[in-house]
């Protein structure tokens, strides 16, 4: 191919030749433009001015355009979206990788383990079922306000509120029973001085016992309650009932070792009391509770007062020589306490003689004898 060159021109001419080179004058330099076998002007890099053609100009264009094979690194991606919500969808179990041979290692639904006596690695025997009785050899703890309850409503509870705790029965009675034959049921407190002490003891058979600060205050047993210290009320004290008979209070006597007995006797209608010579007197009312009698009575004999009260005694004698009123606290030995008659008088006296005592009237002659008894 032979190409034609031509002299530098000032603008190039109308019609181009083939093959040819054109120098163009432009400022203090030229441009060079090249031509094909057809007389146009194709691209150089030297003789190409700056220009632009709209899309639509361009003819010949493919109808696509395939990449070659290229990456771009996740930096070179501009106007990425900050997160990507995946549209709902579904994957067969071929689309996720390995979970066809993870669900090979599985136990059928019908199959049985390898160990089937072992949960998260703890046997069986370890958990609690509702239908099998258990020893419990590790602490349970149940936090604040959550109850342990008993029986088929519920109706027997256990809880601690953080400050105070409880236990609740809602139906029929609630028992504490000691069925170890001889053992004490016991409750009680620790102090301040971090020292437990009983305040009840209960042993089945024998006694029920309070107790403060240890020591033993009131038990009860076969024949009754004994209180130890005092008995204080700040009302009335009922002792006896309706249809019971007799009611009594006993007191020890330390000068006779022996117990005195104060109470009230159904029998008199009256109070009585028993004297520390053991004679029982009537207490209170003086002589309301008696009338005057007209027993057989004889001078020169002895009688004995056994009524439980004092009584007065009027006698009326008459002859030369008086009559002594005598009392005695054994019988023979006599004292006398008052004289009625003498020297051919009649002459009459009154006496008192205390519950227990002998009395008599020595010589004379009896002409009335009354007792207030």
Same mark, same amino acid.
């Given at each position: ?10 603008? %190039? ?70 997160? +990507? ?5 579904? $994957? ?10 993870? *669900? ?14 072992? *949960?998260?690695?703890? /046997? ?13 050899? /590790? ?32 139906? #029929? &009675? ?6 170890? $034959? ?11 001085? #971090?020292?437990?002490?009983? #305040? ?6 024998? +006694?029920?016992? %309070? ?19 005092? *008995? ?34 159904? !029998?008199?209608?009256?109070?009585? %009391? ?25 001078? &020169? ?29 054994? #019988? ?12 051919? $008088? ?10 227990? %005592?002998?009395?008599?009237? !020595? ?8 007792? *207030?008894?």
């Amino acid at each position: 191919m032979n190409v034609g060159f031509h002299k530098v021109v000032s603008a %190039l001419p109308g019609t181009l030749e083939a093959d040819s080179v054109y120098y163009v004058r432009v400022g203090a330099g030229v441009d060079m433009y090249v031509t094909n076998s057809s007389g146009e002007i194709v691209a150089y890099g030297s003789n190409v001015p700056a220009h632009s053609h709209a899309w639509s100009d361009i003819t010949g264009k493919p109808s696509t355009f395939n990449p070659s094979s290229h990456t771009h690194a996740w930096s070179q991606v501009t106007g990425k979206p900050s997160t +990507y919500a995946p549209s709902s969808h579904t $994957h067969s179990i071929a689309n996720v990788t390995g979970l066809q041979s993870a *669900l090979d290692g599985k136990l059928a639904t019908s199959g049985v383990a390898a160990n089937s006596n072992q *949960l998260g690695g703890v /046997a069986a025997s370890s958990y609690m079922r509702p239908t099998v009785g258990y020893n419990i050899t /590790a602490t349970w703890e149940f936090q604040d306000n959550h109850e342990l309850r008993f029986g088929n409503s519920a109706d027997m509870r256990l809880r601690h509120n953080g400050s105070h705790s409880y236990i609740e029965n809602y139906t #029929g &009675n609630l028992h504490i029973i000691g069925r170890s $034959h001889g053992g004490e049921v016991k409750i009680g407190g620790e102090k301040s001085d #971090g020292v437990y002490r009983d #305040g009840f003891i209960y042993q089945d058979g024998l +006694y029920c016992r %309070l107790l403060y600060d240890g020591a033993e205050k009131m038990r009860t047993d076969g024949s009754g309650v004994t209180v130890y210290g005092r *008995l204080h009320a700040d009302d009335r004290m009922y002792i006896g009932k309706n249809g019971g008979g007799d009611s009594w209070l006993d007191f020890y006597d330390d000068n006779t070792n022996t117990w005195r007995t104060f109470g009230w006797d159904d !029998s008199r209608n009256e109070f009585m %009391l028993e004297e520390n010579n053991g004679n029982w007197v009537a207490v209170g009312g003086g002589f309301s509770k008696q009338t005057w009698q007209t027993p057989s009575r004889n001078f &020169n004999t002895t009688y004995q007062n056994t009524t439980g009260r004092p009584i007065m005694i009027t006698v009326a004698a008459g002859d030369r020589s008086a009559s002594d009123f005598q009392v005695s606290t054994n #019988g023979s030995s006599w004292s006398s306490r008052g004289r009625a008659g003498g020297n051919s $008088h009649v002459g009459s006296h009154s006496f008192i003689v205390p519950d227990g %005592l002998y009395y008599r009237m !020595s010589g004379g002659t009896k002409i009335m004898w009354h007792e *207030l008894r």
